[in-house]
């Protein structure tokens, strides 16, 4: 099924009366539970935390403007309704960075939440009258508005179409397989966290910060030492627009590098995603390549992912275990099937409910291939018989012909003599050679 999420059926805007503001963010044609609208209307109501709402949605409408490397280009971040919360999210400039802003049930003063998928409308006007928002003022929220234009008190502004770029649905791709990964490293309160905030040098991108956890605090640390490192510091900065609301801080950490700051408010959470490098973009990190693998080792056609497809209903929390029993699907092919979803943006992970979650986006099997060349190598090296095991090695080891050159591969631990493999070790996923033993062996 395809979706063009890139064409806006209204525009933002912001209406004050009185002491109540309204906020309007505009969809695009979403796809609902009950079918394809043309004005979906995913959420209208109230914000019981008017303040955190706003400011967090300009942390992550700002982080789509912001860039580490060249001169930033607005984009529009991508909305998500769970029938009990919304999800905003957006990348930085360069794709290193993932903003994900949930509005939970209890962030929600009275309202009715549907399902559905859009990316909105967060442009200069709305950012400024966002910015301006009075601190006590009723702020109602209605996902779906009417109207070409965007309005403030003082103007009336139009917004251009804009489309979703490929390369954030390959981010999205990445930061779920990412995020599944991640482990809590530690949970900082309000005054320890707003003390560590306040610690982290100026300056774009900034130095890289190596830290650890030691005596309920964050600490420098050697880098041989260090338990999650921070490269280039002002990409926490959407963290120090929301310090006033902060109740808690989780810090999250990844075997290749990757580090996961989760901001604990009123009503919401602010997540957090950081590459190991300042300009190392999520697109094409290749975390889901095993994943992907195991799928075709399983058999995992377009009819069992459809299939989950139809049971997933824009979940807050999929459950891998009732999928199984809801589609008949073995194990192994409800987990195929979700890692082919997680590989073309369809389902994200949230790091502190531990669980997968529903998005819409384009769902096109072939365009998973497109997005993930090494599976594609992979599979070919395979089909042309160029996987053989090393009969003389006393441990398991695999000898794969490319280009006129043999890579020697081992899974236990898992190396090959690749340049690729010299380059990242593994950080960027497995390389071609190892997918191919790992397809050969299952």
Same mark, same amino acid.
């Given at each position: ?17 009185? %002491? ?17 609208? %043309? ?24 982080? *789509?403007?912001?860039?580490?490397? %060249? ?87 139009? /917004? ?27 949970? !900082? ?12 040098? *100026? ?14 605090? !964050? ?16 990409? &926490? ?8 609301? &902060? ?29 190991? /490098? ?18 075709g080792a399983a058999e995992v056609t377009a009819t069992p992912v ?77 089909? /042309? ?29 898992? /190396? ?22 790992? !397809?050969?062996?299952?």
């Open positions: 099924m395809s979706l063009d999420l890139g064409s806006f059926v209204t525009a933002s805007q912001l209406t004050s009366t009185g %002491e109540r503001s309204d906020l309007a963010l505009a969809t695009g044609l979403g796809l609902t539970p009950t079918g394809l609208v %043309e004005h979906p209307s995913f959420f209208s109501g109230f914000a019981a935390f008017p303040g955190v709402l706003a400011a967090g949605i300009l942390a992550v409408a700002d982080l *789509a403007s912001t860039t580490y490397r %060249e001169a930033g280009v607005f984009r529009d971040p991508v909305i998500t309704a769970n029938g009990d919360r919304l999800r905003l999210e957006s990348f930085s400039g360069e794709n290193g960075v993932h903003a994900r802003l949930d509005l939970l049930p209890e962030g929600i003063d009275t309202a009715d939440v549907g399902h559905g998928t859009t990316n909105v409308d967060v442009n200069a006007a709305l950012r400024l009258a966002l910015a301006s928002l009075p601190r006590n003022e009723l702020l109602h929220l209605d996902v779906g508005g009417e109207g070409l234009h965007v309005a403030t008190l003082e103007a009336t502004h139009v /917004e251009r179409p804009v489309d979703l770029p490929e390369r954030w649905v390959r981010g999205l791709a990445e930061v779920g397989g990412v995020a599944h990964a991640m482990t809590p490293l530690i949970r !900082l309160d309000a005054a320890t966290a707003l003390a560590f905030l306040g610690t982290i040098p *100026a300056g774009i991108p900034g130095p890289t910060l190596a830290l650890g956890a030691a005596g309920g605090r !964050l600490r420098p640390m050697p880098a041989s030492r260090a338990q999650v490192v921070v490269a280039g510091t002002s990409r &926490l900065s959407s963290l120090t627009r929301l310090g006033r609301h &902060l109740h808690a801080l989780e810090v999250f950490t990844h075997p290749a590098g990757y580090s996961g700051w989760v901001a604990h408010l009123p009503g919401a959470r602010l997540t957090l995603l950081l590459t190991p /490098e300042v300009y190392r973009g999520f697109s094409g990190e290749g975390q889901l390549l095993e994943s992907l693998q195991q799928a459809q299939r989950v497809l139809e049971h997933l209903a824009w979940e807050a929390r999929i459950e891998a275990a009732a999928l199984v029993t809801a589609t008949g699907l073995s194990a192994a092919q409800v987990e195929g099937a979700l890692a082919i979803l997680a590989s073309s943006g369809r389902i994200g992970f949230d790091l502190v409910d531990q669980h997968w979650f529903h998005r819409e986006l384009p769902l096109d099997i072939s365009a998973i291939e497109r997005r993930h060349p090494r599976l594609v190598k992979a599979q070919r090296l395979v089909a /042309e018989g160029a996987v053989r095991v090393d009969p003389t090695s006393q441990h398991p080891r695999w000898a794969v012909t490319s280009s006129g050159q043999d890579r020697w591969v081992t899974l236990d631990p898992q /190396e090959c003599t690749c340049e690729w493999w010299a380059r990242y070790r593994g950080g960027r996923g497995p390389c071609a050679h190892v997918v191919a033993v790992q !397809l050969s062996t299952n």
